[in-house]
């Protein structure tokens, strides 16, 4: 028996939960990504932190997808998989020093700066071993990016990058930082954002920022525009997963890019997220006063997005045909956010029935924990079941 895409009598035989990726509908969205980014002259670096899994890695790396880090674990785990350094950028507005000397010996493409003690820090350790570190400034463009306030990024008051009113003072610093050079400008204003006309004021800003970088004389090679392109959560199935085309349009069509110039994007969510599922097993079905609970062998420590950002994950019972009734599904955490869905309908659910939490790609295993002692969740493999 298959459901949907899924061979439920294979995934019924392993032990839950675990992550099932659909290693063919990841291809299909690398061939489109790759495409649309192609045709306008886009690069695309995959932001590693959306999901770290080998396998993961290992294809989009071989599909010619530079890497988007956050720490040096995540370098390490790109060049492992296949990234080469060259095409590796690294963000955060925390680097220690450990991870720039990891970054400066593997020679990465760019540090993506956040402030000016990072860019002494990195002139500083780049000096000590003899070499010039590219660097892009991550600029906050006070874009609101209307999304959950836990995922936006590019207002005044979020930590990141260099806020506006600093940029005269970091472009000073950066003549005195002689082991830097300055590539480019680099932005990421939120993640999950449905409505892409939000990026049109962001290329606003972007075009004004370039005018005053050539007003100071500065070039840049490099316009790095972030991630953040949303999904449908409602709708796993929905093809094409996201709206690629009208988002890479958007830059075509608002940004002024400059002769020669390379634009750089930085998707993670939009990539992986409909290619996983969390698989879980009914443990008990238990009747309460008012409500009947779903209580699943998975939970927040596997896939923390409903506790953490009150996200919502499409679940459905593979196992079974029965007419639906409405529940309540939460995990064995204890933890009372430890709860998927609340009075939901789902296909009337008994004792080791298979129920995946869909659009789980992304976010989803590399958020795991171990709280109360748990495993990790393990995956497996369309092609490889
Ligand atoms: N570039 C930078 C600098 C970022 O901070 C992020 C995500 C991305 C790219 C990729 O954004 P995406 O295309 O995936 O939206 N854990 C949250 C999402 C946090 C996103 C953090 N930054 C969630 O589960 O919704």
């Given at each position: ?20 990726y ?27 932190k ?24 995540e ?15 690294f ?22 700066a ?31 990016a ?5 995922i936006?990024?590019?207002l ?5 990058g ?24 680099h ?25 005053f970088?050539?007003s100071?004389?500065?070039k840049?090679?490099n ?31 608002n ?22 599922a ?15 609970f ?21 679940v ?9 009734q ?15 869905v ?13 129920l ?30």
């Amino acid at each position: 028996m298959t459901q949907g895409n899924f061979p439920v009598d294979k995934m019924k035989g392993i032990e839950t939960p675990y992550y099932y990726y659909d290693m063919d509908l990841l291809k299909k969205t690398l061939k489109v990504v790759k495409e649309e980014t192609k045709k306008r002259g886009f690069t695309q670096h995959y932001a590693v932190k959306a999901n770290a899994n080998r396998r993961i890695l290992e294809l989009i790396a071989s599909d010619g997808f530079g890497a988007d880090c956050v720490s040096g674990n995540e370098i390490k785990a790109a060049v492992n998989a296949g990234f080469p350094a060259s095409k590796i950028v690294f963000a955060g507005v925390g680097k220690t020093d450990k991870e720039i000397n990891l970054a400066l010996d593997l020679n990465i493409f760019c540090f993506n700066a956040e402030s000016l003690p990072e860019l002494e820090v990195i002139n500083e350790l780049a000096n000590k071993k003899g070499k010039i570190a590219q660097v892009a400034l991550r600029i906050n463009p006070n874009v609101d990016a209307h999304t959950h306030e836990y995922i936006t990024t590019g207002l005044n008051e979020n930590k990141f990058g260099f806020a506006l009113s600093h940029l005269e003072s970091a472009i000073e610093k950066l003549n005195e930082l002689k082991s830097l050079k300055l590539i480019g400008i680099h932005f990421h204003i939120g993640s999950q954002i449905e409505d892409i006309n939000i990026f049109e004021p962001l290329c606003q800003k972007v075009n004004e920022l370039q005018d005053f970088f050539e007003s100071k004389g500065i070039k840049l090679e490099n316009i790095n525009l972030g991630g953040g392109l949303g999904i449908d959560y409602e709708n796993p199935d929905k093809n094409p997963i996201s709206d690629f085309e009208g988002y890479f349009e958007v830059f075509k069509n608002n940004l002024k890019v400059r002769d020669g110039q390379q634009v750089h994007f930085e998707l993670g969510r939009a990539i992986v997220c409909q290619c996983g599922a969390l698989v879980t097993r009914t443990v008990y079905v238990k009747h309460g006063e008012s409500k009947t609970f779903v209580i699943v062998d998975a939970g927040m420590t596997d896939l923390i997005r409903p506790a953490l950002y009150q996200a919502y994950h499409k679940v459905e019972n593979i196992s079974s045909n029965l007419p639906s009734q409405q529940y309540d599904v939460v995990g064995p955490i204890c933890e009372s956010s430890d709860v998927f869905v609340k009075d939901y309908d789902l296909n009337e659910t008994q004792r080791g029935d298979i129920l995946v939490l869909r659009s789980a790609g992304a976010y989803g295993e590399i958020m795991a924990s171990q709280y109360n002692c748990r495993d990790l969740p393990k995956a497996y493999y369309s092609d490889k079941i």
